[in-house]
């Protein structure tokens, strides 16, 4: 997020806007300083929306950002998909809703410029039928008029039709289509004739250079036979740079063919092993079975699902679109749970007095349709996640292939291609074996020709040291050296020549391809020039058309407008009206439906209870609640005698309680004081304790 606002900031601060914000003062603006700067890009990119948001509704504000934004093709990103709450936070100017949507005009202003200026003439006017009704806007939809013409003081009407208003449109969008070819394609006259100056500047340089040349190897003996060698090697050149690029193509050729046929035979080998399984009892299982499956996804699982979905959907519109709750709308939610509660708790008490024994049965058979459900969507998930593993492990076993395919230019071998390669490989390396013996072989001779290259070397020196000394006695010092130089000096001398041919015949060829070229140029240029000038006329016509035929409608779309937006104010009141009067129909219904719940009732217990009738005396919630007082008085008479046995029985317990708590110290002292006492004491006296202990427990039990 904070990547977007500095992307916003940043924007904002150049050209056109110049706001000069920083992170801190962007992210500090108010909800209507935020719709105004969106205001501000939307009318950079349309100026029709160069309007003062503080003058204008916020429904209006809304509804024209909208409109742009649809013709912009825009669309909210993430959990802005619910155009209502989009709307709410266009209109209250929140954050979260406007940044994506700077965000998304800053990135493409350009782009959007041009798709807001061919959307005011190509967008058509499309007037509802409940609109149609009325005679003037049914005769203004079939003909679209564009102005008067007055002649001598009778006014003409000329207009055009609905498919003449469409064939306009398509021969704008056709000529916008060329004009923008025009403008990118080919090169400006200026630039032309820059890089024709140039061109020919060059040219002179080159026949300078040329005529430079010649009458340096004008003075070189042969120079004719050597211009004529030149050429032939550079023709040679050429033929071997062409015959290597033909093998290369040639080998990238084979290359292809052969990976083909591997993946050929690969898809063979496959087909082959389905085929080899591919009975037609075990295909029909597998079929049936996937149709099965299917059918469970397609029919319970998914409608279940979308189910679940669209009531989490509902019920979080239904949260949002909600205002904020305070403390005196949470005591009545409170209030409003508890009521429901105690009437839950009544019907299920109903039910309970009822004591249906077919219920009871259903019961265990819907427990165990429900677990059986359960299974069935448990096992459905487990094989869908099955069904996931097992493309994800396809598919990296394919990656795995592919990239040993690019690593080693070869597949995975499998079964009996394995075992020939591991043949292969074998005799390969016995080959190697037999070729390293070699290699080592010549690394010996290669030892033995290096240490005799070093003896003679030394004894050339020798030599030469020799021959240096019988010169300096003869008085010709120098002379061995003298005459190599002069070999390497004429050795160089032919090169340079060699080179010189070369560089006089590569200017010649390369002076007569620009000559070529230039000429090329001047003939292709000499139709598109004057095409160029018929087509800068047509376009100079054609603007005029379209900004006059532009004015004009606008007009007409301006009255449509107006007209419009009258009509659905109305409309708007009428519906409103109507849901009103829908809403009290409702609930004058419900509240009579009670009253009848209420009154059969009451006339059902008054029936039970002046019928003769036991069974359905008995039935009536009186003789219920009688009955069931009767028997509350029975429990409490029950629990005030079993209060006066315990009360009763409350001292002489406690007392009891008491004595064996104080024995329980007492044994607690004597225990410790045997313990103290055990080291000093001898095995007699332990004895006698242990009779006198137990003596002491049996009298006292």
Not at 107 to 112: A, F
Request: aromatic share 6%; net charge positive; proline share 2%.
């Amino acid at each position: 997020m904070s990547d977007q606002i500095k992307f916003i900031v940043e924007k904002l601060n150049k050209e056109p806007f110049k706001k000069n914000y920083n992170l801190i003062t962007f992210d500090s603006l108010e909800p209507m300083q935020l719709l105004q700067v969106l205001n501000d890009v939307l009318a950079e990119i349309d100026p029709k929306q160069v309007v003062d948001i503080r003058e204008e509704m916020p429904d209006q504000t809304a509804k024209r950002m909208l409109s742009l934004l649809g013709i912009l093709k825009y669309k909210p990103p993430g959990n802005a998909t619910d155009m209502s709450t989009f709307r709410q936070g266009l209109v209250i100017g929140s954050k979260p809703v406007i940044h994506p949507v700077l965000h998304w005009l800053l990135q493409r202003t350009n782009e959007l410029k041009k798709r807001a200026y061919l959307a005011r003439f190509l967008i058509k006017l499309e007037v509802p039928a409940e609109f149609l009704q009325d005679e003037t806007v049914a005769d203004t939809n079939k003909q679209i008029s564009l102005g008067y013409h007055g002649r001598s003081g009778k006014g003409v009407r000329s207009g055009i039709r609905r498919d003449q208003y469409e064939e306009l449109m398509e021969g704008f969008k056709t000529l916008h289509k060329e004009c923008e070819q025009l403008k990118t394609s080919g090169f400006s006259t200026a630039e032309i004739r820059r890089d024709i100056s140039a061109m020919e500047e060059e040219k002179d340089q080159l026949i300078k250079r040329v005529e430079r040349l010649k009458k340096r190897v004008e003075t070189v003996q042969n120079h004719q036979r050597m211009l004529k060698i030149a050429r032939q090697l550079r023709v040679e050149k050429e033929r071997e740079e062409f015959l290597a690029q033909q093998k290369q193509e040639q080998k990238n050729q084979l290359f292809h063919a052969v990976q083909r046929l591997q993946r050929v035979q690969n898809q063979l080998k496959s087909m082959r092993h389905a085929a080899a399984d591919a009975k037609p009892e075990s295909l029909m299982k597998r079929l049936e079975e996937e149709i099965k499956f299917n059918s469970y996804m397609v029919s319970e699982k998914f409608p279940k699902e979308l189910d679940n979905k669209k009531k989490e959907m509902h019920f979080l519109q239904k949260v949002v679109s909600e205002p904020a709750m305070g403390h005196s709308d949470l005591l009545e939610l409170e209030a409003k749970i508890n009521e429901v509660n105690t009437q839950i708790n009544q019907l299920i008490e109903k039910k309970m007095m009822r004591n249906e024994p077919i219920e009871g049965k259903l019961s265990l058979y819907r427990q165990q349709a429900s677990i059986i459900s359960r299974k069935k969507e448990a096992k459905a998930e487990e094989l869908q996640e099955a069904k996931e593993k097992l493309s994800n492990l396809e598919r990296e076993v394919s990656m795995k292939a592919t990239q040993t395919r690019e690593f080693d230019g070869t597949e995975v071998l499998k079964g009996d291609e394995f075992k020939r390669y591991v043949s292969k490989l074998r005799s390969k390396s016995t080959v190697f074996k037999k070729k390293h013996q070699i290699i080592a072989e010549f690394k010996a001779e290669f030892g033995l020709l290096q240490r005799t290259e070093e003896l003679l070397k030394q004894r050339h020196e020798n030599i030469q040291h020799q021959l240096q000394t019988v010169e300096d006695k003869k008085g010709i010092s120098g002379y061995s050296y003298t005459q190599e130089e002069l070999e390497r000096v004429s050795a160089l001398k032919s090169e340079v020549d060699e080179v010189k041919g070369r560089t006089l015949d590569g200017m010649s060829e390369m002076v007569k391809k620009l000559n070529s070229l230039v000429a090329e140029k001047k003939s292709a240029l000499a139709p598109i020039i004057k095409e160029l000038r018929q087509l800068r006329q047509k376009c100079q016509e054609l603007t005029q058309e379209c900004e006059e035929k532009k004015t004009q409608y606008d007009s007409c779309a301006a009255g449509l407008e107006s007209n419009r937006s009258k009509l659905e104010q109305e409309v708007r009141g009428l519906r409103e009206e109507c849901l009103q009067e829908e809403s009290r129909y409702h609930y004058t219904n419900c509240m009579i439906k009670n009253l009848e719940v209420q009154l059969r009732r009451a006339t059902d217990e008054m029936k039970a209870y002046v019928s003769s009738d036991q069974q359905e005396k008995r039935k009536a919630i009186r003789e219920q609640y009688t009955k069931n007082i009767a028997e509350q008085e029975n429990l409490g008479k029950k629990l005030r005698e079993k209060q006066k046995t315990v009360r009763e029985s409350h001292g002489p317990n406690m007392k009891q309680a008491k004595m064996w708590r104080d024995f329980e110290q007492l044994m607690e002292c004597k225990k410790q004081c045997f313990l103290k006492q055990q080291s000093q004491t001898s095995i007699g006296q332990r004895n006698l304790l242990r009779t006198f202990l137990s003596c002491f427990e049996e009298t006292f039990i």
